[in-house]
């Protein structure tokens, strides 16, 4: 007897099929696929379109069994003579196709993996969610796994089903609320995403959270990436990370906008790809000294104008610049010209796009339900609920996908001020309290420190940066003692003081003298990075050359004596791009910095000052060993107002290095400074030197230490400070 009258007995009950018709069924196994019915090995399958369906056996082709269709909107269901592997022959209007049924495939994660997700623990997502090449049962194909637990349905959809979420509907997992499929024959570079009916009934299209590649925007698909290890060359460099990124190393970032460094204007405007970019960032980041290249984000985003801080995609690099294969190539290449990789990176927030993260299966998923919890007012952005097991595991497992899959030396992890303070940028009422009636976001508190904690456990010698502007203690202390965990924190006060000094006429800066020595105040409560980053020289803050006062020759060499400051304090560097030529507008994503003014000698003297500081700062242990360490710094004039000038002394190498500052348009001579040892002292940096766009104005190289006590030492120099300059002197090896 049939199921429902006027079906074949192999049939399905008739309100099955027309769920699956009409792509709500719940649960497409039970329906598809190898079943018995009357006792006999049955067949069903969906093919929308086709003419006609065979099933063939699986090892020698020989048939068995025809199909019937049983719904108009292309259901076929049959008998069969056994109960085989088999695989299934599709009659289309002018092909045909054989292929393994997908139905016929048992369940694919394995319970550990289910358990390690519910938990928020399963630290490889992008080796289990998402779009993976493997094969099952010797096929291969691709295996699709997504978490939406909420959703009524999931179908994957691509250019391989015609986008039809009645082809490939998928087996729910209840226990981790994942959705799994694997489709057989399937190869890198197909397009997907997945077709959800939510909690709510809406159908709608998303794009894989844990895609791995992605088209090019503006279009939104995701891509099936291929699976093949990639062939790295750069066992030396990771085994030699560590001490590279190390509190006592020298570490000088030059930070870019991949998409803008060098636009191709003959090439209507286009962007270099990651081969393009390893051809010529790469020599120019390492000719110029830096150790270390910071990339604002790279995970893929829809809006290029976000410069990437509005990401979708938090495993899959951005097609701009070519494949993920590509993208590893370029790490490779920085690596072997002795250049470390530093990636920005954004777990605080993301966009709402319709085809992205927010409301992913119907229901508040990955964002807060509360909008004074989970939405963004600055950037019109949802905030992740860091409460949930599942989203936390995500967003940590993201974070070591780029360390480990793409060897990345580095996160610097954005925005994470408005992560740890639930009343960030909201007024009262605005805002809910923690369990304890306070304004810290503990739950996010806790994901910093587990990621951080993930990452020192699992990538040994990566680093991690925070992007911090309050007064959190202890974000640079390890997690054992109470701190965040974070390797460096960015010092954005003394970025902003020592800026704000810097735009004041020299006239006026006695009266602004402590912005400069504030800092050294709390120079080494945290380990620290001195960052002249993007966002200083953007949305009206004009360009570092555009902040400095008076005529042109002064605005140059005020940015000299800056950089070489900036150099001689204590913490590590970072520059953006376009800042060593003396940029004189403001950063524009849409075009490249404009490299025409290294024809003016003037501008090309910035560009060899940042080289040669760069080259001093690595150079003189002294300059960096003793970075994060209050025994490598001592002032010896600290107080002199009137003249706008500062000395001090740098310590932790063979020998001292002693830092003067003259920052007026004033030639000072005869200036008497102490210094710890007697006998000859040499300059090694002249800020205002001729070969830098300078005056030229100087102490001709070497001077000789008096037995005259000054500043508490027991001798002194008599020196001729530059104006608006910045001298680096040591004593000289007996």
């Known amino acids: 007897m049939p199921d429902s009258p006027g079906l074949p007995p192999h049939a399905p ?37 086709a003419r006609s369906v065979a099933v063939l056996a699986r090892a020698d ?24 592997p088999y695989r299934l022959r599709i009659r289309w209007n002018d092909t045909a196709q054989e292929t393994e049924d997908p139905y016929s495939f048992g369940a694919l994660l394995g319970e550990i993996d289910l358990h390690l997700l519910r938990e928020g623990r399963h630290h490889e997502l992008g080796r289990c969610l998402g779009a993976q090449t493997l094969a099952v049962d010797g096929v291969p194909g691709v295996r699709f796994a997504v978490w939406a637990p909420n959703a009524r349905r999931v179908s994957v959809v691509g250019s391989f089903n015609g986008w039809d979420g009645r082809r490939h509907p998928m087996r729910l997992r209840h226990d981790a609320g994942v959705w799994e499929l694997f489709v057989p024959r399937l190869a890198p570079g197909a397009l997907y995403k997945y077709e959800l009916t939510g909690a709510d009934g809406a159908i709608v299209a998303k794009a894989d959270p844990v895609a791995r590649a992605t088209e090019p925007p503006p279009a939104t698909a995701s891509m099936v990436a291929d699976s093949a290890p990639f062939r790295w060359s750069d066992d030396a460099w990771m085994q030699s990370r560590a001490r590279r990124g190390a509190p006592d190393a020298a570490i000088s970032v030059y930070e870019v906008h991949a998409p803008s460094w060098l636009r191709i204007l003959e090439d209507g405007g286009r962007s270099l790809t990651w081969d393009e970019l390893g051809d010529r960032l790469v020599p120019y ?28 995609s938090l495993f899959a690099p951005t097609a701009r610049h070519g494949s ?61 609920n860091f409460g949930r097991h599942e989203v936390r595991g995500f967003l940590i497992a993201s974070a070591l996908e780029w360390l480990e899959r793409f060897h990345v030396d580095g996160l610097r992890v954005d925005a994470v001020a408005s992560m740890l303070y639930r009343d960030y940028s909201r007024s009262h009422g605005e805002w809910v309290p923690n369990v304890h009636g306070g304004r810290e976001n503990l739950e996010a508190i806790s994901f910093l420190k587990e990621m951080n904690e993930a990452i020192a456990q699992r990538c040994p010698g990566a680093i991690t940066i ?54 050294l105040v709390y120079a080494f409560s945290e380990k620290f990075v001195l960052p002249l980053s993007h966002d200083e020289v953007v949305h009206g803050k004009r360009s570092l050359l555009g902040r400095m006062p008076g005529d042109e020759a002064q605005r140059l060499a005020n940015l000299r004596a800056y950089f070489a400051f900036m150099w001689a304090h204590p913490g590590k560097k970072l520059l953006f791009m376009g800042g060593e030529i003396a940029q004189p507008g403001e950063w524009n994503h849409d075009a490249s910095p404009p490299w025409d003014l290294l024809d003016d000698p003037r501008h090309r003297g910035v560009q060899r000052l940042v080289r040669d500081l760069n080259r001093l700062y690595a150079g003189e242990p002294a300059l960096h060993a003793r970075d994060c360490d209050p025994a490598g710094f001592q002032w010896l004039v600290g107080d002199d107002r009137a003249n706008s000038v500062f000395a001090f002394l740098r310590h932790g190498g063979p020998r001292p290095v002693l830092v003067l500052c003259n920052l007026t348009p004033v030639t000072r001579h005869d200036y008497r400074v102490g210094v710890p040892l007697p006998g000859a002292w040499r300059e090694l940096l002249n800020s205002d030197a001729g070969e830098y766009g300078g005056s030229g104005s100087g102490n001709g190289g070497a001077l000789h230490a008096q037995p005259v006590p000054a500043h508490g030492q027991s001798a002194s120099l008599s020196l001729t400070l530059p104006p608006l300059g910045t001298l680096f002197l040591a004593p000289e090896a007996p």
Not at 15 to 42: C, I, K, M, N, W
Not at 74 to 81: H, S, T, W
Not at 343 to 353: E, N, R, S, Y
């Open 13 to 49: 009950p008739r309100e099955a099929l027309e769920a699956l018709a009409q792509a709500r069924h719940a649960d497409p196994f039970a329906v598809l696929g190898p079943h018995r019915r009357g006792g006999r090995p049955t067949v069903c399958t969906i093919q929308p379109g």
């Open 61 to 84: 082709g020989q048939p068995l069994g025809e199909l019937e269709r049983v719904h108009e909107s292309g259901i076929f269901c049959g008998a069969l003579r056994s109960d085989a």
């Open 285 to 312: 980041a390492t000719g110029l000294g830096f150790t270390h290249l910071e990339l604002l984000p790279v995970m893929e985003h829809p809006f290029g104008g976000s410069w990437g801080y509005q990401p979708l």
């Open 324 to 384: 993920p294969a590509q993208f590893a190539r370029f790490v490779d290449r920085c690596h072997e010209a002795g250049l470390g990789v530093i990636l920005d990176w954004v777990p605080g927030h993301f966009p709402d796009d319709a085809h992205g993260l927010a409301r992913f299966d119907g229901t508040p998923l990955y964002e807060h339900a509360d909008p004074r919890e989970g939405f963004h007012k600055d950037w019109n952005t949802l905030i992740y």
């Open 466 to 519: 925070a992007e911090e502007s309050t007064a959190w203690p202890g974000v640079s202390a390890p997690v054992a003692h109470g701190g965040l965990g974070f390797s460096y924190k960015w010092n954005m006060g003394w970025m902003h003081d020592t800026l704000r000094y810097a735009s004041h006429d020299p006239v006026h800066r006695r009266w602004h003298h402590d912005d400069l020595t504030f800092g």
